[in-house]
């Protein structure tokens, strides 16, 4: 049973430029939240989807932004990419509040 | 959610017991303790919760003290693949508790 899938591993973004990071939840989850970890630190909440509708919000500026598909998988869109965007971001699955399971993440430097 | 302080960093001797402390002074009556960790390069794992009583599983040994102001992570015969961060959390279980507030975490390095 694959668990959380992120893709791509890696990634090297211009400042100014847009990404997108994809997330695949484990089997059976339905919600899916996106994280984002700085060097040295611990993972900072970014938003959460859940019925393709975004349920909570960090604190994180609106040039981040996600969608969720019906088969629960998810997309997180960063706009205007700034170097202090570069960091690991994880994406975590869960059936609703309770179980998260994250993947590795996706490393994303931006020069 | 409550906030956690935990040490930044401890060192334990391979095979030994690993003992990592968490304080949660302001903890709410309804608030679990969680433990994850997270090895280099790889998404935070889950270890264990428990809400008042001490939980075991194959992983670790949560103890919580009775004033549930603290509590302690004990990895029974820590091995050099245990090496990682342990973040200490608390929060309400499922519901509309969405999002895990990680804080820094202490980076656990076990010796051989």
């Known amino acids: 049973d694959a668990g959380v899938t992120q893709s791509p591993t890696h990634l090297i973004k211009t400042r100014g430029q847009q990404v997108t990071l994809r997330c695949s939840p484990k089997s059976g989850h339905d919600t899916v939240s996106w994280y984002q970890q700085a060097l040295g630190q611990g993972p900072q909440f970014i938003f959460q989807?859940?019925?393709?509708?975004?349920?909570q919000r960090g604190n994180f500026p609106d040039r981040f932004s996600g969608h969720q598909f019906p088969n629960y998988s998810s997309e997180l869109n960063v706009n205007a990419l700034l170097l202090g965007d570069s960091a690991l971001y994880l994406c975590?699955?869960?059936?609703?509040?309770?179980?998260?399971?994250f993947g590795s993440g996706t490393r994303l430097t931006v020069v | 959610d409550a906030k956690t302080t935990q040490p930044p960093s401890m060192d334990c001797a391979e095979g030994r017991a690993a003992n990592l402390p968490c304080n949660h002074s302001t903890i709410s009556g309804n608030e679990y303790v969680y433990w994850y960790r997270q090895i280099h390069s790889q998404g935070p794992q889950y270890i264990i919760h428990?809400?008042?009583n001490n939980e075991t599983n194959e992983m670790a040994s949560l103890i919580i003290t009775e004033d549930r102001k603290s509590s302690t992570l004990i990895l029974p015969h820590a091995t050099l693949r245990d090496t990682a961060v342990y973040y200490c959390i608390v929060r309400v279980w499922g519901g509309s508790a969405r999002q895990l507030t990680f804080g820094s975490g202490t980076q656990l390095t076990v010796l051989p």
């Open positions: 428990g809400l008042k």
């Open positions: 975590a699955s869960s059936l609703g509040g309770s179980g998260y399971t």
């Open positions: 989807y859940y019925e393709e509708e975004e349920r």
